[in-house]
């Protein structure tokens, strides 16, 4: 498409969000990022013979990752002066390619959110450099180099370039371990899921800018979508963008890769990655196609997203792989994004723009906490499997005692996933639950229905959560050591505990101050929703509007640590002088045998036996949950087995259907090769001619 003489970036009616900045400083900012982009395409240009040389392999993780600290550091220094300061006004990428890059107040959240996961992931790589497999020093970077891209550019072209750039870079880190069979199958589903997404967003773009016949941002802003465009537009962005954030039922590749990519790049993934798919989801839906859009807009991100709430919650609790465990955690954590972003769509179709500022901006901000503690959660398992040797619930226990300072670094993790107050998790919940239940105010009775019934699904996603965070910590860091290699797991050096300490203190700043945030959003919230969140939060306190509900975290922080020191001085008051240790009761069990020295992993409970109430009340209906008895057979000493196990809907509903349409696809691709010469040779005339068909029929349109 021709490209027009750029407009200006910003609306008129949005130009005190984003032309409030000091003039001297945004030139400043985008220069900073675009040097950054550049420095991390050089990090992995230098990191191919730093890898290859055996002198400088020792050395080439500290490198890479170091480097990859610092930009980090920069993208969320740039994204928060971009928030302080206004938006900086588009310019051509100086790299030789025909794209624009800026930044706006929304670019800048996620950049804030890229700087902040960037920088807990790249420390925690830098601990474990010596570690570091030389064929993922190249992609890591260029993973960085390809989300920061996405989240400045400014056009169609620059959007979809970062976003690809950003799939293939992941690609490489998920098949790090190209030896192993899982990890190969994991490679073969992520790849394909990438370039369904890609194939999707590309024509999503080209459908947004064929009205005006300008890729930029501000083109497409001039001419929106409307009618069966409009509609196919959405189609294609919710399964692009929602593909790659892991939306139901096109998150099958997110509980196999997260466990095959190295645990530092898993956090990356999941705190960052699908965030930038979230950016895109926005930026496309609620920014560029206009306010003018009708009631249904949100409606399939509100219907997928408590989908993903509820499927990824549950599989959450029936899990046995750590890292499994928090990737089906973080669909939960994107469904309930997607609902505050289906919900304010909505509520600004019925005119509702103060329920509809309140939704998006509990949207944002839980995407910044989830980033945070999930991030928190996979290195600090990371940390895990590394001390213990295992993934597996079954084999960890009792590393509480072994690995303090991850134990405690997890369990506010934890605590935050399972939403509790005061920590962040809590806080963005809250928000997204006070706009669900205003859900009343739209007066369409159908969607009122619908309503209720998101409503029902987030509760459900929201106590299925905390279920699977207490699993989680219960059965790897309190009980016995089930293993020996898990009663000998130590601590990491001062680096890891640092990259544990990072994201664990921001998870507890970001609870106890969520008021400055939202004010920090509001210009990201005004780009979205005609109403922000003006007013909305303070330094002690936020709340819904005028008379409405209320959360004062630091109250309720000091009156937890109040109620708490009470209770530990009254039990240590009552308490006899001295700590007595006895050997834990084994429920009556015999004595463990000699080979057994730390207790028999029979005489605790195990992770199948922890979620089988789940298992049974909700796992046969939504997960095709099975359990049998296996007996042994007369006469046979041995014991009986209970066999248990669950099938995501989407593998037979959705990936197996695929599978057998592919080889049937491929069956017919090789009959060709028994066609005449004749016949070979009309089929790519046919095609020339069948696309100078097309392009004749578009240029008359």
Same mark, same amino acid.
């Given at each position: 498409m021709a490209r027009r003489p750029a407009a200006p970036f910003c609306p008129p009616a949005q130009a005190s969000i984003l032309g409030g900045g000091d003039p001297l400083r945004s030139p400043a900012v985008l220069t900073a990022l675009l040097l950054t982009l550049a420095g991390l395409g050089l990090l992995a240009v230098l990191a191919v013979p730093l890898a290859r040389l055996p002198q400088t392999l020792r050395w080439a993780g500290a490198i890479v990752h170091g480097g990859c600290l610092l930009a980090a550091a920069v993208i969320a220094g740039c994204g928060l002066a971009g928030l302080a300061g206004g938006g900086l006004a588009p310019q051509f990428l100086p790299l030789g390619v025909p794209a624009l890059v800026a930044v706006d107040a929304l670019s800048a959240w996620f950049l804030l959110l890229l700087g902040l996961a960037g920088a807990c992931s790249a420390l925690f790589g830098l601990a474990h450099a010596q570690h570091a497999a030389p064929r993922l020093l190249v992609a890591y970077p260029l993973f960085l180099a390809g989300m920061l891209l996405a989240l400045v550019a400014a056009d169609g072209f620059g959007l979809v370039l970062g976003f690809e750039a950003m799939s293939l870079a &992941? !690609?490489?880190?998920?098949?790090?371990? /190209?030896?192993?069979?899982? &990890?190969? /199958?994991?490679?073969?589903?992520?790849?394909?899921?990438?370039?369904?997404?890609?194939?999707?967003?590309?024509?999503?773009? *080209?459908?947004?800018? +064929?009205?005006?016949?300008?890729? &930029?941002?501000?083109?497409?802003? #001039?001419?929106?979508?409307?009618?069966?465009?409009?509609? +196919? $537009?959405?189609?294609?962005? $919710?399964a692009g963008a929602g593909a790659k954030a892991g939306l139901v039922p096109l998150h099958g590749w997110l509980p196999l890769a997260h466990p095959a990519a190295p645990s530092h790049v898993s956090a990356l993934m999941s705190g960052a990655m699908t965030k930038v798919a979230v950016y895109v989801l926005a930026r496309l839906l609620l920014d560029l196609s206009g306010p003018a859009q009708p009631l249904w807009w949100g409606v399939p991100l509100l219907v997928l997203g408590a989908a993903s709430a509820v499927l990824g919650a549950l599989r959450a609790n029936l899990e046995t792989d750590t890292k499994t465990l928090l990737a089906c955690s973080t669909i939960e954590n994107i469904g309930l994004i997607c609902i505050g972003l289906g919900l304010a769509a909505c509520f600004r179709a019925a005119d509702l723009g103060v329920l509809a500022g309140l939704a998006a901006g509990a949207a944002l901000l839980h995407a910044l906490t989830h980033a945070l503690f999930k991030s928190l959660l996979f290195l600090?398992?990371?940390?895990?499997? /590394?001390?213990?040797?295992?993934?597996?619930?079954?084999?960890?226990?009792?590393?509480?005692?072994?690995?303090? !300072?991850?134990?405690?670094?997890?369990?506010?993790? #934890?605590?935050?996933? +399972? &939403?509790?107050?005061p920590l962040s998790g809590f806080a963005s919940e809250w928000l997204l639950l006070q706009a669900m239940l205003a859900a009343w105010r739209v007066g369409d009775l159908a969607f009122q229905v619908l309503g209720v019934a998101v409503v029902a699904a987030a509760a459900l996603a929201a106590a299925l959560a905390a279920s699977a965070m207490v699993?989680?910590?219960?059965?790897?860091?309190?009980?016995?050591?089930?293993?020996?290699?898990?009663?000998?797991?130590?601590?990491?050096? !001062?680096?890891?505990?640092?990259?544990?300490?990072?994201?664990?203190?921001?998870?507890?700043?970001?609870?106890?101050?969520?008021?400055?945030? %939202?004010?920090?959003?509001?210009? #990201? $919230?005004?780009?979205?929703?005609? /109403?922000?969140?003006?007013?909305? *939060?303070? %330094?002690?306190?936020?709340?819904?509007?005028?008379?409405? #509900?209320?959360?004062?975290?630091? +109250?309720?922080a000091l009156l937890l640590a109040v109620a708490g020191g009470a209770i530990w001085w009254a039990v240590a008051r009552r308490a006899p002088a001295g700590v007595a240790r006895s050997a834990a009761w084994d429920c009556g069990f015999m004595a463990p045998p000699p080979h057994l020295p730390f207790g028999d992993?029979?005489?605790?409970?195990?992770?199948? *036996?922890?979620?089988?109430?789940?298992?049974?009340?909700? *796992?046969?209906? $939504?997960?095709?949950?099975?359990?049998?008895?296996?007996?042994?057979?007369?006469?046979?000493p041995g014991p009986a087995r209970i066999e248990a196990g669950f099938a995501d809907p989407a593998e037979a509903g959705l990936l197996a259907p695929l599978a057998r349409a592919r080889d049937a696809l491929v069956v017919r691709a090789e009959s060709l090769g028994k066609l005449p010469l004749t016949a070979t040779l009309m089929l790519p005339f046919g095609t020339l001619v069948a696309l100078l068909a097309l392009a004749a029929w578009l240029e008359a349109g």
């Open positions: &992941s !690609w490489v880190l998920v098949a790090a371990d /190209h030896t192993n069979a899982e &990890s190969r /199958h994991a490679a073969r589903r992520y790849l394909a899921f990438a370039v369904f997404g890609g194939i999707c967003l590309v024509p999503a773009v *080209g459908l947004l800018a +064929a009205a005006s016949g300008d890729l &930029s941002f501000a083109g497409i802003r #001039a001419a929106p979508p409307q009618g069966f465009v409009a509609a +196919a $537009v959405l189609a294609l962005v $919710v600090g398992l990371g940390e895990v499997a /590394h001390g213990a040797a295992s993934r597996q619930l079954d084999r960890l226990g009792g590393l509480v005692h072994a690995m303090p !300072w991850t134990a405690g670094a997890v369990l506010v993790g #934890a605590a935050a996933a +399972a &939403s509790l107050p699993r989680l910590f219960g059965l790897a860091f309190l009980g016995r050591p089930r293993t020996p290699r898990a009663a000998g797991a130590t601590d990491g050096g !001062w680096a890891a505990r640092l990259a544990l300490l990072l994201p664990a203190g921001l998870t507890l700043l970001l609870g106890l101050l969520p008021g400055p945030m %939202l004010a920090l959003a509001e210009g #990201a $919230v005004q780009l979205l929703v005609p /109403h922000g969140m003006v007013e909305r *939060g303070s %330094l002690a306190m936020i709340r819904v509007g005028d008379g409405g #509900a209320r959360y004062l975290p630091l +109250a309720l992993p029979l005489t605790q409970p195990s992770a199948a *036996g922890f979620g089988q109430p789940l298992r049974r009340m909700l *796992g046969g209906s $939504v997960l095709a949950a099975h359990e049998a008895v296996r007996m042994p057979p007369p006469g046979d």
